[in-house]
């Protein structure tokens, strides 16, 4: 039985982080990173063989936004099954593909609003649903969600949204998974050092404000997982921050936000 892991959004950031991390484990026969950019995932793939003792690293260019890249992701696993001689399972999915807008929602791109519900929730939850045939006992899904996920944001607001179904959609599939032995994890991080803020501000902010390592946050986040943990946060501000939002009413941070922190877009 082949063992596969599966990285969403695998091409730079956390996902690429994931990608190294995932395979210095050296539990699966095969990663598949998928995401839009060929070079950066043939970057990436010979960066990992080049230290690796065997070769696991398919690079997919693929385009899984929406449903049309559900059924993108659902032919290539079918056709993938049929051309392998043995039995495959999917030991690891993760769904790190995810994008976010800055600025308030009147003045950002209402397509642009749209095309990131179909990557963070449609094209999350129609994944789940393609792999879960795949997935066995002992199998971990990790969604990446946000810190942004526990409270509504302003100048944040389609994006916080989107990770508040990632971390409720989590939950309740780690509940429902439970008796398979399949577990379920919502990485929910605050600020990490990736491309994030340069697509979010449309080029405005170069980097992250604060970021933090993703190193550290991909190592936390994967030994969590595998660990049964149904919700990570790696820094001790992040878990404070998703503390406070059980208190602080959701309008006020809501508002709070959108007065007192602009974001660049």
């Known amino acids: 039985m082949k063992n596969i892991a599966i990285i969403t959004g695998a091409s730079s950031g956390m996902g690429a982080e994931f990608a190294r991390q995932i395979a210095a484990l050296k539990k699966y026969d095969e990663i598949w990173c998928i995401a839009r950019r060929q070079d950066k995932l043939e970057q990436l793939a010979q960066e990992i063989h080049s ?17 049309d890249g559900v059924m993108r992701f ?3 696993l079918e056709l993938e099954l049929l ?12 769904n790190n593909a995810g994008f976010g807008t800055y600025g308030p929602f009147e003045e950002t791109s209402f397509e642009r609003e749209m095309e990131m519900v179909d990557l963070n929730c449609t094209a999350l939850t129609g994944i789940c649903g393609v792999a879960l045939p795949y997935l066995t006992e002992g199998s971990i899904i990790i969604n990446t969600a946000s810190l942004a996920a526990f409270m509504p944001l302003g100048n944040f607001a389609v994006y916080a949204a989107t990770k508040a179904y990632v971390l409720s959609f989590s939950v309740a599939l780690a509940a429902e998974l439970k008796d398979k032995g399949i577990k379920v994890c919502a990485l929910c991080p605050g600020s990490v050092s990736t491309e994030f803020a340069n697509v979010a501000s449309n080029g405005v902010r170069k980097e ?47 508002r709070f936000t959108y007065k007192h922190h602009k974001r660049p877009h």
């Not at 230290?51 to 449903?67: A, H």
């Not at 051309?83 to 993760?94: A, R, S």
């Not at 595998?226 to 941070?253: E, M």
């Open 208 to 254: 992250v404000k604060g970021g933090h390592d993703p190193v550290k946050v991909i190592a936390h986040c994967l030994k969590k997982a595998f660990k049964g943990k149904k919700i990570t946060l790696w820094h001790p501000k992040w878990k404070f921050n998703a503390f406070l939002s059980r208190i602080v009413g959701r309008y006020t941070v809501a």
């Open 83 to 94: 051309k392998n001689e043995t039995k495959m399972q999917i030991g690891l999915l993760v």
């Open 51 to 67: 230290e690796s003792y065997f070769n696991p690293i398919k690079p997919v260019c693929m385009d899984i936004s929406g449903k």
């Open 74 to 76: 659902k032919s290539f």
